[in-house]
């Protein structure tokens, strides 16, 4: 996210006065980051097949009432909490296709097209919960890749305020990022489809 000079400065400050206990800093804090979810929201939900019954507006509520609501974390900065909000993200809208998908036939599956930044050769349509399985395999193998792929992928985050939130230099993250994108892809290509309907 360009925008990452005085108003990156203004929210990492509110956001430790937040955790500090100051009530007046959650007040400031909310039309910056609430605007910052809603941008990661509709980024995230433009991949997404057109008649997703999930909206963008109530994904960004819902992740912002999670969000409000983690009066145990002492927040570092502004990528410390939106990395946090990755993780959110990506448990809505996987329990969203969990649900949906209790309602369907698993061949009318909760669909989403993988974005160019997983750096499939062709586009394609992947299954959400199995993305987010394969994804929980690849963290229980490499930790570190698990969190790239949630925070680029689920996060939008790029590739400098990734390492800015795993404390890790962009060229680690970029070398992790595609050895993740490989084995997500070997992992999702190997994998059945589900009976034909």
């Not at 039309?31 to 980024?43: F, H, I, Q, S, T």
């Not at 097949?49 to 999670?66: G, M, N």
């Not at 974390?73 to 990395?83: P, Y």
Request: neutral net charge; proline residues 5%; aromatic residues 6%.
């Amino acid at each position: 996210m360009s925008d990452a000079t005085p108003r990156s400065n203004d929210v990492t400050q509110l956001l430790v006065s937040w955790s500090e206990g100051d009530p007046k800093a959650l007040e400031a804090l909310t039309p910056l980051v609430y605007d910052e979810l809603r941008k990661l929201a509709g980024r995230y939900l433009r991949r997404e097949r057109p008649d997703h019954t999930l909206q963008s507006t109530a994904l960004v509520h819902e992740a912002y009432l999670r969000m409000v609501d983690q009066r145990q974390v002492r927040w570092q900065n502004r990528a410390h909490f939106f990395g946090v909000a990755a993780q959110i993200i990506r448990r809505i809208l996987v329990d969203h296709a969990r649900s949906h998908k209790v309602e369907k036939r698993r061949a009318d599956a909760v669909k989403l097209t993988l974005d160019e930044a997983m750096a499939v050769p062709e586009v394609r349509q992947v299954d959400l919960v199995a993305l987010d399985d394969s994804l929980s395999s690849l963290a229980s193998l490499d930790p570190q890749q698990g969190r790239i792929v949630e925070l680029r992928f689920f996060g939008g985050l790029s590739i400098e305020e990734t390492a800015e939130v795993l404390g890790v230099s962009p060229a680690t993250v970029k070398r992790d990022w595609a050895s993740a994108k490989a084995w997500l892809y070997r992992e999702m290509t190997s994998q059945p489809c589900g009976p034909n309907p």
